[in-house]
């Protein structure tokens, strides 16, 4: 148990209209959205956007939203009701064509003279016990992985957008799918993706989501819990998260734990990690110790959903 307690004090530990992919965007699809601007983000040329239901794609949420022209960001300002089209392909998405149509009133927005930083993780043994619930329906804690290298990462079903935590999950499916494709390859492994939306992400729509993968429950699980203990998790694993606004806001981690319970590896971005998790799988399972945690990429190219 006490080899484990490093797990958690470091853990980081979305009217259809198809259209005709535009020059040089291959198999994008296009579909008419409206919403209100709530944010414009000119540095990361990103805006975000409460907007209705999208016909054939998503519910209605807030999202920060990928522009490819700033340009247009000029002329829009936050409490501006508009129309765009949101664009997306396999790997990417973004948003243009905004036409304004009305203004909303919205109470004045919250600013931070400092950037939000991340409260030292604390050591928090009953987490370790604690039964979490997977897409089998079975009560799990991630002390029952003791001995197998892991990677986990935080998610919510409902997230439409390619970049975000489909990306997370394509990275444990194609990591998957790698690792069990080697000759003697290690079997001592595991992914364990937990949702950070436990009042939509059931065990069966976790289920279906893990199937959705080409998922195998033997390497890979979808923790589920009380809010709570969610919130408790994240809180004292360094994650940040915030449910509100109709879709949950949150920086990215994945991290790979090693058979001692011992932090290797953090990856704080998005991006096509697979190559890296497997990596990282196999020096864990080689047994080949490292008394400094490493960290894959500045925390600058950290992104909120």
Not at 109 to 126: C, G
Not at 203 to 215: A, E, T
């Amino acid at each position: 148990m006490r080899r484990w307690v490093p797990v958690i004090t470091a853990i980081f530990l979305g009217i259809a209209v198809p259209a005709r992919a535009e020059s040089g965007e291959a198999a994008a699809r296009t579909f008419s959205g409206r919403g209100v601007i709530l944010e414009i983000k000119p540095d990361t040329a990103q805006v975000v956007i409460r907007h209705d239901a999208i016909a054939g794609y998503m519910d209605g949420m807030t999202m920060p939203f990928k522009v490819k022209d700033r340009a247009p960001l000029t002329e829009l300002k936050r409490g501006d009701q508009v129309t765009f089209r949101l664009h997306v392909t396999a790997d990417e998405s973004w948003v243009d064509h905004f036409q304004k149509i009305g203004v909303v009133s919205l109470p004045e927005a919250k600013t931070n003279s400092q950037p939000a930083k991340i409260s030292a993780p604390r050591p928090d043994k009953s987490l370790l016990d604690y039964k979490f619930t997977n897409e089998l329906g079975q009560a799990v804690s991630f002390n029952d992985f003791r001995g197998q290298a892991l990677a986990i990462t935080f998610f919510y079903t409902r997230c439409p957008l390619p970049e975000f935590c489909p990306r997370l999950s394509k990275n444990f499916q194609q990591a998957s799918r790698k690792l069990e494709a080697m000759t003697n390859a290690p079997t001592n492994w595991h992914f364990i993706s937990v949702s950070f939306d436990p009042g939509t992400d059931t065990p069966q729509v976790l289920k279906n989501y893990g199937l959705s993968y080409g998922y195998d429950p033997a390497h890979w699980s979808f923790f589920t819990g009380p809010q709570d203990k969610i919130a408790e998790l994240a809180r004292d694993t360094g994650v940040q998260y915030d449910a509100s606004g109709g879709t949950i806001n949150h920086n990215f981690r994945t991290l790979i734990i090693n058979p001692e319970g011992h932090l290797q590896m953090v990856f704080p971005i998005s991006g096509d990690l697979s190559d890296q998790i497997v990596a990282e799988i196999l020096k864990a399972t080689a047994k080949k110790e490292s008394t400094t945690v490493k960290q894959a990429g500045p925390r600058n190219n950290e992104r909120n959903l």
